[in-house]
């Protein structure tokens, strides 16, 4: 996906109306809807077909749970980014959605306005959440962090090397500022923090923002 080229959507829930509605409302905004799914087992079907950029995501879903349908989409595909956007407010649908590997959870009680400006910083990376719970999704990270995790030996043969600007990026994206946040700190470009993330994953072999927090919180690159 270039800056030029409209962000392909696609929209899960079992609500035909409600569905309908979001889809329609995002591509007359001039986002791509490229499929909408009613099930859990549709949505998987359909999402690797269509390869969406985002998927709108409902969590109760028929089929097959919400919180699958994510794991098994990103397992295929890890650059999809996953917008959970829900009934419920509940902390442990949202724990638990996060730790599926969604990138933001917005409940429906959101506007049109705030479920486009989510979609679109979901596209790029940026982690998106209804006002309250971004504190909470943060407090996650450091409890999964305080689990026992496999992790390469400090200073170990072979452990990945980061440059001093992939490890700035991390210090800061584990102390849960956003990328745009990010790049106004170190005045670098938006693109420039992402790839920069993406390199990082690449080279811990990590997925998403959540194992890349928790190894950040593990190696106290939050604590400056």
């Known amino acids: 996906m270039t800056e030029q080229d409209p962000i392909k959507v696609m929209v899960v829930d ?13 591509a007359e905004s001039g986002l791509h809807v490229v499929a909408t799914a009613g099930d859990g ?20 879903l028929p089929a097959k749970p919400g919180v699958q349908v994510c794991k098994e989409l990103i397992a295929h595909n ?3 980014r996953v917008l959970v956007l829900s009934a419920s407010g509940e902390h442990a649908d949202v724990l638990e959605a996060v ?24 596209a790029v990376g940026d982690p998106v959440f209804t006002p309250g719970l971004a504190g909470l999704v943060l407090g996650e990270y450091r409890r999964l962090a305080a689990e026992p995790a496999p992790a390469p030996e400090a200073g170990a ?3 990945p090397r980061l440059t001093e600007r992939e490890t700035e990026v991390l210090r800061l994206v584990a102390k849960g500022l ?3 946040q990010i790049a106004e700190r170190l005045v670098i470009s938006h693109r420039t923090v992402q790839n920069h993330v993406q ?21 106290g690159l939050d604590d400056d």
């Open 14 to 26: 079992d609500h035909p109306m409600w569905r309908d509605a979001v889809a329609r409302d995002l």
């Open 41 to 60: 087992e549709q949505a998987v079907r359909r999402a690797k077909a269509a390869a969406p950029d985002v998927l709108v995501l409902d969590l109760n």
């Open 78 to 80: 890890p650059a999809l």
């Open 99 to 122: 730790k599926s590997g969604a990138t933001g959870y917005l409940l429906k009680s959101a506007s049109t306005g705030e479920l486009l400006d989510a979609v679109r910083r979901t």
């Open 157 to 159: 043969p072979g452990a």
């Open 178 to 180: 956003s990328y745009k």
């Open 199 to 219: 390199n990082t994953l690449g080279k811990l072999q990590l997925h998403n923002r959540v194992e890349l927090v928790r190894y950040a919180i593990e190696w």
